[in-house]
């Protein structure tokens, strides 16, 4: 099995810089993914890391460490629209199958 | 537009009366999933399939049924529905890189 742990809860200031922790225990580990998702909406994919190394996308960074089991999601120019929930979700192989585990999420504010 | 449909998008309904969320996707996905959100625990994988004909439970299929006869849509069958299948569920496709996922809008099933 898996154990994903995410902060449950984080605030910021707008126009600031949050960082986003992801720690992961895996035994087949094919991938890490960060969604966001908004109050009773869909989640929404954000990135992806499969190896080690930062991954820029505009304002949204995932980092990911394999031999650590760690990962952050850095988020720039915060603004009012990121507050949301990011769920960190990392892709297991078992058999011939990608099976990916979602964390509790984390919920960010983002406060004037 | 691509999308990911469900319906219904709410439904309360009684102990032991069977049910039916469709799923639909218009992106030619292989990949499909289902899952359930609940508070405090995250989105947690019910099934999912490969492709036409071929499903596999994830982490949580007790009291739930798939089926996948068509590449576009994937229903989660509920045979006979308890107050703990009480929950937000979604449905996802598999993006064409073969990592990231679509999710639909979210049903919100109630049973008493």
């Known amino acids: 099995g898996q154990n994903i742990d995410q902060p449950t809860e984080m605030t910021a200031t707008e126009g600031a810089i949050v960082q986003i922790n992801c720690t992961y225990q895996?035994?087949?580990?094919?991938?890490l993914f960060w969604y966001q998702q908004h109050a009773g909406e869909a989640p929404t994919f954000l990135s992806y890391?499969?190896?080690?190394g930062l991954e820029e996308k505009g304002r949204f960074s995932s980092f990911l460490s394999r031999s650590k089991g760690y990962s952050y999601l850095l988020l720039k120019e915060l603004q009012m629209k990121d507050s949301a929930s990011y769920l960190c979700?990392?892709?297991?192989?078992?058999?011939?199958?990608?099976?990916?585990?979602f964390g509790r999420g984390t919920s960010l504010i983002v406060h004037p | 537009e691509a999308q990911v449909t469900q319906n219904p998008r709410y439904l309360i309904t009684v102990t032991g009366k069977k049910l039916t969320v469709t799923c639909s996707q218009n992106?030619?996905?292989?990949?499909m999933s289902w899952y359930r959100q609940d508070p405090g625990l995250g989105l947690r994988q019910i099934y999912y399939?490969?492709?036409?004909?071929?499903?596999d439970k994830g982490d949580v299929p007790e009291g739930y049924k798939v089926s996948r006869k068509e590449k576009r849509n994937f229903p989660l069958i509920l045979e006979s529905p308890s107050p703990n299948q009480t929950s937000l569920y979604f449905c996802?496709?598999?993006?064409?890189?073969?990592?990231?996922?679509?999710f639909g809008p979210g049903t919100r099933l109630t049973v008493t």
């Open positions: 996802a496709s598999g993006g064409p890189r073969g990592y990231e996922q679509y």
């Open positions: 895996t035994s087949g580990f094919n991938g």
């Open positions: 890391n499969v190896l080690d």
């Open positions: 979700a990392v892709r297991d192989q078992r058999g011939g199958s990608y099976i990916p585990t």
């Open positions: 992106m030619n996905h292989e990949y």
């Open positions: 399939s490969m492709n036409v004909e071929v499903t």
